[in-house]
Each structure stands twice: as C-alpha cells, then as structure tokens.
C-alpha cells in the first residue's frame, strides 16, 4: 500500500480550520512534512496527543528562543557534506529531506532552503575519509539515507564498503516510525542490507522511535525485516515535553523496544534549536524522568545512556545528590576531557550545559 506524502497543512484531516490558520504562519518559518500512515496514529480528539505533538506544529515553534546550530555541527564539517567530530566516526548527510519532520528536530536548519550541508556528491567525504584511517565507523545522515531510492543509498553504501578501515556503516533513520512501508515494500532494499552487512562488519540501523504508540504492527515488522537482512538496530530518542517526559511512558518505550530486539541507546537532552521551547524540559527534570523510567525494567530495557550532544562531546548526565549534577564525557572532541566529570550545583532551570558552566564546583580528569 502506498501513502501520500502531505507537505500542506490544510491537506491534514483532523485539523479546525482555526488550528490550521494557526499553524500555516508556524509553517512559513519551520516546514512542515507528514503522510498519511503516521497522520494515522494521531487521535485528533485529544489536544495532548503525543504523536500530533511529534509532527503537528505548534504555537511555541515561534517564541525566538533557540540556536540554528545548538551544537556548533559547523565546527566538525570538513568538507561539503562530511561531519568529523569523534576520531573513530564519521557523518555524512546524504540527504536534505525525511519521511516526516520532527517539530523538534535539531537539524532543521538543512531543510531551509539555500542550506547546502546535505550533498549530492559524496565524493569529498568519501576523500576525507580515505584519508583518515582512524575512522572505523560511518553514519549516513541528514535527513533520512531511506529516503534515497534504494540504488542511490546502495551506490553510497558500496563506495564506504571499499574503504578497508571502515567497519560499521550505520544509517540513522525515522522510517521505521515515519512510514515503515519504504522498508516493508522494498526487497531490493533489504537485498542491498543484507549484501552489505557482513558476518564482521554491521549495518546498524539507528532507528529513532519517541513514543511507544509508533511501535506500530507495520512498523514491527519493518524491524523484522531489517533484522532478518542482518541490520542491527539501536533507538535514539530526545526526551519530549508531551511525548515521552513521563517515566511510565519512557519505561513502556523502553520495555517495548527491547521486547523487539532493539536496544535501547540514547535518550538525548533536547537540544536548544530554535524553535524547540515548547518541546524541551530543563535538564534535572530529563534526568529524574530517565531515571524513574530505568527503575522498573528490566536490564536489557535499561542500556540507554542519557546525554547531552554538546559542542565539546556527548556527556552523560550521571546524576543528582542534594544541591550537585554530575555529568561524564562520554565521548570527548578534546582527549583531554574524555571521562572527565564534571560537577555542578543545581540550577534547575538549565536546560543545556551552557546554563551551568559559569558556576562548576570542580571538574575532575
Ligand atoms: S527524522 Fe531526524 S533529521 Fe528528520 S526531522 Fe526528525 S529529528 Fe530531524
């Protein structure tokens, strides 16, 4: 079965005409991109539906607050095309468009138009990473690689599968929530995965599920079938206001993944990216909520880590005792942080790391 792809709000159904009034400004600052499966998931009679929270816009969307680039992704580009941050990983943005876009995507400068971080052209990346024999993983990005025609992602694939030193290809996608039909529909897709993904070296799919209610049957069984291809799948979240920022239902994601086979890898911090204010919670409430979402689940359901995606690496929020945070690099740009922790007092309205680095009690190596 094929599905419309909706890019106007007036052609979503279960609009007012007020709401869409309302939105159609939002929509001329930040796009807006659905299709009909994934509209099918909303219930419209509930305002704090949270997969209309996910795709519907929203008032907030226009408050001002917010960075175009919340983690200075510009500092790593290369060369066109090409992102090098961590020594061992490379990101490539393959394309500019998704099945969907996330109200609170933080990437959502590429879709503007006249923003030419996403390539065509690969061939520079492909030099760059030639010439950097410590990069033994890839991830495909942008926008969503699946949303390239099958021969197009497999010409992409073929060229990073011919550099020796790359090991892991790892293609980070929202089409197993957004619209698993591209998966379910597609043999030559799965054909391609499985040519690619070897015995020693592993397409991972970085699949990014906010909420349980995506984990539909259609979308299961798009994992299935990535799984059956020999694709490892991991789940990348951002911890949503409205979606998914109650423990119950962050538990019930994780619960629900793991049931599925996929691990459970990120929750990330919202980032600060304009137009985001209305999606993200100050960074201690993020914490008490993963925290309470781990208590109840089982080992397997609690491997993910929670961290902030900051300009000078991934570090994870650790914990919380009487008036401190403790955060850990997880992943360092500098080597000279890399495991450092990091102590600050409480500031319960900080919502990124920035907000508490004017009062650090002490950073340790
Ligand atoms: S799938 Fe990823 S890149 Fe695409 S809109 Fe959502 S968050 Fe942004």
Known sequence: MNHRYITKIEQVPGLSRKDRDAIQQITNQFRFRANDYYLSLIDFADSNDPIARIIIPDSTELD???????SQENLYTKAPGIQHKYLSTAVLLVTDICGGFCRFCFRKRIFIDGNEEAVRDISPGIEYIKKHPKITNVLLSGGDPLMLSTERLENIIRQIREIDHVKIIRIGTKLPAFYPHRIIN???LLD????YSTRETKIYAMVHFNHPRELTEQALTAVNLLHDAGVITANQTPLIKGVNDDPDTLAELFRRLSFAGITPYYVFQCRPTAGNHGYTVP?????EVFKEAKRFVSGLAKRAKLVISHATGKIEIIGKKDDHVFFKYHQAVDQK???RILIFRSNPDAYWLDDYAEQAVSRHG
Request: glycine share 10%.
């Open 337 to 339: 942080d890399a495991s």
């Open 192 to 195: 391609v995965l499985k040519k």
């Open 283 to 287: 960074v201690e409430r993020t914490f």
């Open 64 to 70: 001002g607050w917010g960075a175009t680039d919340a």
């Open 186 to 188: 597609d043999p030559s």
